[in-house]
């Protein structure tokens, strides 16, 4: 029995097309996996949406019903970095990323959320 050791061209072009699709599924996944365009901020004063912001962008920003509390975006994540409140709870919370998270700083009635859909597995564990 003799084993033919070269390829003919049927068989480069077999390989060729499973390389291929094997690159157009990878390529799919790495693009459907992405979760921080799907995440923002959301700003709330009173119980109110006073600002939406993406955190694609890293920035710094404050409300204009509370211009003495600043907001920072780096990294996609986002958090108080200054407040003149007495207690600093907002800015000791640092900086979330999670959709469902969520802070605040009651003295001046500002809650900052992450909404949207993340791909992540971040379970919710009620027992922490």
Partial sequence: MRIQKSTN???LILISCILLIAIIFI????V???DID???GKVLFNGDVVKEVSLLQD???SVEEVPQV????RDGNIGFVYSD???QICVDAGFLHRSGQATACLPFGLTLLVSGTTNQN???DIFN
């Fill in 70 to 73: 600043i907001f920072e975006i």
């Fill in 32 to 34: 459907l996996n992405r």
């Fill in 38 to 40: 799907l995440v923002y």
């Fill in 85 to 87: 409140c007495p207690d």
């Fill in 122 to 124: 971040d379970d919710i």
């Fill in 27 to 30: 390529f799919a996944q790495q």
């Fill in 59 to 61: 920035k710094t920003f």
């Fill in 9 to 11: 061209r049927n068989d």
